[in-house]
């Protein structure tokens, strides 16, 4: 025999060694040496009730006898732990009691399958290890469903003691059906007192205050101004209804219960620490200027929001990802910028090549007696355009060259023929307006490039007019300007009003039409930026 570890109203518990096996051990005997029959009955209904219930969380029985003072006794294991009431008074950590709670459910579910209820659970009668083991104590006045036994031992117990009278279990945690007739409670009154043992573990005390029992009580343990996950606030409630037909129904479910929820909060405390983790990074990242650097920050970000989309900072950042542009262009945003330039180019070409459709259908009444020569080379100009715009594939920097080429021959060639300030300088600015659009023009070498090949278009027939080098389609005199056609070209005055005017049309309808392909390519633009805004709001509607 060793020290004393505990003692209650009619027992004690010893520690002692066994030395056939060399072990510790706890006995557990009456502290009175010639105890009554009654006692002895309920002493040996403890031993043996404890003794069948084989499971991890129940104290296994090694030896039942009595000793030479006449005292029952029974051997069991000796425990190394402490109470679970210790550990909630200590404040222990939240999810590692709800983790015991759970075994403390499976092992009491254990016992009600063997026909067994314990109807003394508490904090104080549950052992939690060094290890993690659990085991829930005290089966002396457990019942066995079906018997008449409970009048053997019936006793009287007091505020947090279980004794010998007509109360049956321990005041604060005993279910009402129980308080009023001990001899017909069954499992779910058990159930009742691990609501309760839970509202202690997530309140931080005892649902009923010492000694007292009141049935109006507020059983939601968030209203002892704790912190408490709503689903097990609710569950509390359940568990602990007064009507044994709105309490839960049984104790695994009740740790089931339990569990899908320490599954789902694992889970999300493991989210929460990787979406900070990923924030670190892509904060880390953001503060590089380089490209790669920015990729990264946008991919870490990204999954920090996923991660949890409450991360204080996450959508901040996201945000900032998105509407602050970087430092360098990336070459992917760059290659798409050039795509798209292509694809409004392949549209305004299309509309352009029509537009010089346009002019064929009028040239036979534009050029009644004009040269031979600057009539096939006007219409040759226009033909070489058209083919440029519509059957040259892919349409690449090099083919603009030659499109702006082919304009400038059919710009000197209308220069020519009605004198280089009146016909030419229009399509001029219009064929360099357009061609402006495009990323080969974009840089000025280029600009300067086309600007001094549709100036000459337009210059150089003027020069050779000017120097007697071609005949003039340009007088200049006193007070008037006069505009004639080249050498031989005749026109009535109802054929050149009729050329003019047909002149005018196309050249406005081609401003409009390109002024709507402009419009309609830059609106589309403005609405795939808005939409990207909008999705924005909502993923991160935080930050927005």
């Known amino acids: 025999m060793r020290g004393l570890i505990a003692k209650g109203g009619m027992g004690e518990v010893h520690a002692a060694i ?30 043996t009730i404890q003794g069948r219930l084989d499971h991890p969380a129940i104290v296994p029985v090694h030896e039942l006898g009595v000793d030479e003072g006449g005292r029952p006794y029974f051997v069991m294991k000796k425990l190394a732990g402490t109470t679970l009431a210790d550990r909630i008074s200590r404040e222990h950590p939240r999810e590692a009691l709800l983790r015991a709670f759970v075994d403390v459910c499976l092992a009491v579910e254990f016992a009600h399958s063997r026909g067994i209820v314990h109807r003394d659970l508490k904090p104080a009668n549950i052992v939690l290890g060094d290890y993690g083991e659990v085991y829930v104590l005290d089966w002396g006045v457990a019942k066995i469903l079906g018997s008449t036994g409970d009048s053997e031992i019936a006793g009287e117990s007091g505020p947090g003691e279980t004794g010998a009278g007509a109360v049956i279990g321990t005041i604060g945690y005993m279910a009402p059906e129980q308080v009023g007739s001990a001899a017909h409670v069954d499992a779910r ?15 931080g005390e005892p649902l009923y205050k010492r000694g007292t029992q009141d049935a109006k009580v507020d059983a939601r343990p968030s209203s002892r101004g704790r912190d408490v996950p709503p689903e097990l ?88 990802l998105m509407l602050e542009p970087p430092a360098t262009t990336p070459p992917e945003v760059t290659v798409a ?17 029509w537009a010089y459709l346009g002019f064929l259908a009028f040239v036979p009444l534009v050029f009644n007696g004009a040269p031979i020569v600057l009539t096939v080379g006007l219409i040759a100009a226009i033909a070489v355009t058209i083919a440029l715009l519509r059957l040259w594939r892919p349409f690449g920097p ?131 930026l808005h939409l990207q805004a909008w999705q924005l709001r909502h993923l991160v509607p935080d930050a927005a």
């Open 18 to 47: 066994d030395q056939q096996i060399n072990r510790e051990v706890a006995i557990k005997r009456m502290k009175e040496s010639a105890p009554s029959e009654h006692a002895m009955t309920r002493f040996f209904r403890e031993a």
């Open 189 to 203: 009154a058990d159930v009742f007192a691990l609501g309760c043992i839970l509202f202690e573990i997530l309140a």
């Open 233 to 320: 606030d609710m569950l509390t409630v359940v568990a602990t209804a007064a009507s044994i037909d709105e309490r839960l129904a049984s104790a695994r479910l009740l740790g089931e219960r339990v569990q899908r929820f320490l599954d789902g909060d694992r889970d999300l405390a493991q989210r929460r620490e990787l979406a900070r983790t990923q924030l670190g990074f892509a904060q880390a990242a953001f503060a590089k200027p380089d490209e790669a650097s920015r990729r990264s920050a946008i991919r870490h970000a990204g999954r920090a929001v996923a991660l949890d989309p409450q991360l204080p900072g996450a959508a901040e950042l996201v945000t900032r």
């Open 337 to 353: 910028i050039q795509r798209d330039d292509l694809q409004s180019l392949e549209r305004i070409g299309s509309i352009g090549s």
């Open 398 to 528: 090099s083919r603009l060259v030659w499109v702006a080429f082919s304009n400038a021959f059919l710009i000197a060639m209308l220069a020519r023929m009605f004198s280089p300030f009146l016909i030419a300088p229009g399509i001029a600015a219009i064929t360099v307006m357009i061609m402006m659009f495009s990323p080969t023009f974009a840089r000025l070498p280029a600009m300067l490039g086309l600007l001094a090949v549709m100036a000459a278009a337009i210059f150089v027939p003027y020069w050779l007019e000017r120097y007697d080098v071609l005949s003039r389609t340009m007088i200049e005199g006193p007070t008037y300007v006069t505009f004639t056609g080249s050498g031989h070209t005749e026109l009535g005055n109802e054929s050149a009003a009729i050329a003019f005017a047909l002149y005018a049309l196309a050249l406005l309808a081609v401003a409009a039409f390109m002024g709507q392909a402009l419009r309609r390519a830059e609106r589309e633009m403005r609405q795939h």
